[in-house]
């Protein structure tokens, strides 16, 4: 199979080709540099050669000017310069097969998960939780497990904090010690979340992995790239919702240990972003499926400002390295100098360290896994120019990527099953007319009763077909009298 350019090294005389091996691209890799240096089109380079050979490519674009991938790049003097330079053969403009994605769905296709599938630690993370309140998570999956309740979106998860706060004690008793208060606070960071757009994250129908590793008809790897400017804005949103991705890929493909080339090539752009503020043992998470998910052929690219933006247990785990320029203006940058400099095999016919703060645009220090697996000495390169745009391309030019891609019917649509939410609703409902059903039952008893003593009293005052009442027997007994007056009367008239 044939080898990835990555550019033309000009250290040495014979200026030879820079190249990566495919079936070394699982191997991990590091792409560094300062703003400005040409990293994304370094980037850009390599997906279009992994995507060549069959390799499909995830990637997010931070800026809008990934997305140029989708279509055919431009010939200028300046590029037909550098192609001469480099030595390229059959050089021709070219886009990718490419399918957008987008968490908010508005430039690509919403990228869904379940609450269930994010799981208490990075969803934790996203609403920014301290430990106590990341505890009142774990209690809430674990009662939700234990009551089968399915969590798909926020309204779910909503309706478990209610449903643990209307049973705060008993939960406190089984499960652990849950406050109003971390109830409370969870409750407002679901707000802010919701208020962000983040609620479109989570539902159904949720991402299929198979999806993101697609090829063409013609044998082409699919690059699937996520719109992530606004995204980026959340850094917790954004690092966590790669992270979930790439642990779905570690949890979920099975081993195939050494192929001829990456069966997914995942691109982690803002790698900063992922290692800020991380907790130990979310970073030691983060070191194991690094470690791992190589055998599961999968190549973890990692693109930030500096290489000491990565942790010393990870950054040994990248053999493939491309080191754009680092401008050695504070103490900081000194540092990462140095640690970019430490990190490459060294060159005879190189100062590495002095060679950082001179390459220029387009330029880069690049050491690749050889055969048998062994990094080449670091050479300084000349980057290859990718056959795509290298900038963004128009609303137009992606409505029409958009529409022609097969996974719109799947995913554009939302759908809302029945899960938590809907589940305790109706078991309060359910609840509440039980609740009711013996009092209504009151009542009739009372109506009943009421017409009871009404009918006795009745009864009482006018009699029934069998026996009289007090007013017919008053009647009577005073038609007696008057009678027997009148009578009296007149027998006492005729008497005398």
């Known amino acids: ?18 190249h990566l091996l495919p079936r070394y691209g699982n191997r991990h890799g590091l792409v560094a540099g300062a ?17 060549r050979i069959g390799v499909p490519v995830f990637l997010a674009d931070v800026k809008g000017d990934v997305a140029g991938l989708a279509v055919p790049g431009t010939a200028n003097e300046k590029l037909q310069a550098r192609i001469e330079q480099i030595g390229i053969d059959g050089w021709a403009p070219e886009g990718s097969p490419v399918v957008f994605w987008d968490l908010y769905g508005k430039l690509g296709h919403p990228v869904r998960t379940t609450v269930s599938e994010m799981g208490p630690t990075l969803l934790s993370r996203i609403l920014e939780l301290n430990d106590t309140q990341s505890g009142v998570i774990d209690i809430a999956f674990k009662l939700a497990d234990d009551r089968g309740l399915l969590l798909l979106d926020l309204d779910d998860l909503r309706a478990l904090l209610n449903l643990v706060a209307a049973e705060r004690k008993t939960v406190s008793t089984e499960y652990g010690l849950v406050s109003p208060q971390s109830i409370g606070a969870i409750q407002r960071a679901l707000l802010r979340l919701e208020q962000d757009g ?13 999806d993101l590793m697609r090829t063409t008809h013609d044998g082409r790897g699919v690059v699937g790239i996520l719109a992530a400017d606004q995204l980026v804005l959340r850094p917790r949103l954004y690092s966590s919702f790669l992270l979930w991705l790439l642990s779905e890929l570690f949890e979920s493909l099975p081993e195939v240990g050494d192929l001829e080339k990456p069966r997914l090539v995942f691109v982690f752009d803002e790698a900063h972003l992922l290692f800020d503020d991380a907790p130990p043992a979310l970073q030691q998470r983060i070191e194991q499926v690094v470690r791992i998910i190589r055998s599961k052929g999968v190549g973890v690219y990692f693109c930030s400002q500096f290489p000491d933006d990565v942790p010393d247990d990870i950054l040994g785990q990248l053999g493939n390295r491309v080191q754009h320029a680092l401008r050695a203006f504070t ?20 100062d590495v360290a002095q060679a950082i703060g001179r390459l220029g645009t387009g330029e880069a220090l690049v050491s690749t ?11 300084h390169t000349l980057v290859a120019p990718p056959r795509c745009r290298m900038g963004a391309i128009t609303d137009a030019e992606r409505a029409q990527v958009r529409a022609a891609s097969p996974l719109g019917t799947k995913y554009d649509t939302a759908v809302n099953r029945e899960s938590a939410a809907e589940l305790l609703a109706r078991r309060a409902e359910t609840a509440t007319a039980q609740a009711g059903a013996p009092a209504a039952k009151s009542d009739k008893e009372a109506a009943a009763q009421e017409g009871g003593m009404g009918r006795a009293v009745n009864e009482w005052l006018f009699g029934t077909k069998r026996r009289q009442g007090v007013v017919q027997a008053a009647g009577k007994q005073a038609a007696r009298t008057i009678t027997n007056r009148i009578v009296r009367g007149i027998l006492g008239g005729i008497l005398k």
């Open 331 to 350: 103490p900081r940058d000194q540092k990462a100098v140095r640690t970019a400099a430490e990190t490459f095999v060294a060159n005879p016919h190189l």
């Open 369 to 379: 896994l050889q055969d048998k697996g062994v990094p080449m000495p670091v050479e």
């Open 1 to 18: 199979m044939d080898p990835l350019l990555v550019g033309k090294a000009i250290t040495t005389a014979d200026g030879g080709h820079v």
């Open 35 to 51: 703003t400005g240096t040409g990293k994304t089109v370094t980037l850009m380079t390599l997906a279009e050669g992994f995507s």
């Open 198 to 210: 983040g609620d479109h994250f989570f539902g159904e129908p949720a991402l299929e992995l198979h």
